[in-house]
């Protein structure tokens, strides 16, 4: 079932699994998701991401985002 919604997020580190395929687009800030396999996504003002149904790992906010 599809959700929408707007998330803002300060300075913080946090673990995080992604339970379902997630589109997301960053208005401003700056983090780092690293998943366990490896994989590292770097999120600047105006990227989109689409993290994949079983994404885990960590993320770093590096600069509040929106």
Known sequence: RPEVGMWRCTR???RLAIPADELCYFAKGRA???????EVVEVL????VHFKTGFAGEATV?????
């Open 32 to 38: 780092t998701y690293r998943s366990d396999a490896g």
């Open 12 to 14: 913080v580190r946090w």
């Open 62 to 66: 590096h600069e509040p985002s929106s």
């Open 45 to 48: 003002p105006d990227s989109v």
